[in-house]
T-cell receptor
Framework: DSGVTQTPKHLITATGQRVTLRCSPR?????VYWYQQSLDQGLQFLIQ???????AKGNILERFSAQQFPDLHSELNLSSLELGDSALYFC?????????????FGPGTRLTVL | AQTVTQSQPEMSVQEAETVTLSCTYD???????LFWYKQPPSRQMILVIR??????QNATENRFSVNFQKAAKSFSLKISDSQLGDAAMYFC???????????FGKGTKLSVKP
């Protein structure tokens, strides 16, 4: 158990819908990262938040957005869902802005878009 | 841009034998960190081993060791005395520069035969 929690574990929805994925980082960790794992693209970085502020953006679609709340939990919002958005979405956390040591990964949320 | 390449989509090893997983990367940075993550069927991402680029000594964690060749930009993972529980996807990852995120290779699926 990494100490990072993600809910829900599984999510099945239809095209065009909107979903919210939730992540609680390890106690004391200020940085939260979101990654998408799909069969064709592998593991790709989406976005990083540090202490409530967006710090880095990767290959995140405009239909996707995220935020980090004062209690440091984070939410990833996916809207106008397409079949290609089906993937495993990971949240990871680290203590600092620059994580040379380790990013701790949550168990992931499996999103299936039908 | 930094890239990470794992040229072996699948590998197989006999239980108790040794296997080496390959990883190459491309970067213009001089200071960076390299990781091997394991993803078993449970999907949890687990850190296996970490190497700091400025350290010449290869990292070792029990049965896991790396062969880090900085000039060749190569970072291979050696698993000794392979066990059935080692069967998983293994991802090589790069961390460096001013970015906060990990850059992953496509992964190598390791099977362990009893």
């Amino acid at each position: 158990d990494s100490g990072v929690t993600q809910t829900p574990k599984h999510l099945i929805t239809a095209t065009g819908q909107r979903v919210t994925l939730r992540c609680s980082p390890r106690s004391g960790d200020l940085s939260v990262y979101w990654y998408q794992q799909s069969l064709d693209q592998g593991l790709q970085f989406l976005i990083q938040y540090y202490n409530g502020e967006e710090r880095a953006k990767g290959n995140i679609l405009e239909r996707f957005s995220a935020q980090q709340f004062p209690d440091l939990h984070s939410e990833l919002n996916l809207s106008s869902l397409e079949l290609g958005d089906s993937a495993l979405y990971f949240c990871a956390s680290s203590a600092s802005l620059i994580s040379y040591n380790e990013q701790f990964f949550g168990p992931g949320t499996r999103l299936t878009v039908l | 841009a930094q890239t990470v390449t794992q040229s072996q989509p699948e590998m197989s090893v006999q239980e108790a034998e040794t296997v080496t997983l390959s990883c190459t990367y491309d970067t213009s940075e001089s200071d960076y960190y390299l990781f091997w993550y394991k993803q078993p069927p449970s999907r949890q991402m687990i850190l296996v081993i970490r190497q700091e680029a400025y350290k010449q000594q290869n990292a070792t964690e029990n049965r896991f060791s790396v062969n880090f060749q900085k000039a060749a930009k190569s970072f291979s993972l050696k698993i000794s005395d392979s066990q059935l529980g080692d069967a998983a996807m293994y991802f090589c990852a790069y961390y460096g520069g001013s970015q906060g995120n990990l850059i992953f290779g496509k992964g190598t699926k390791l099977s362990v035969k009893p």
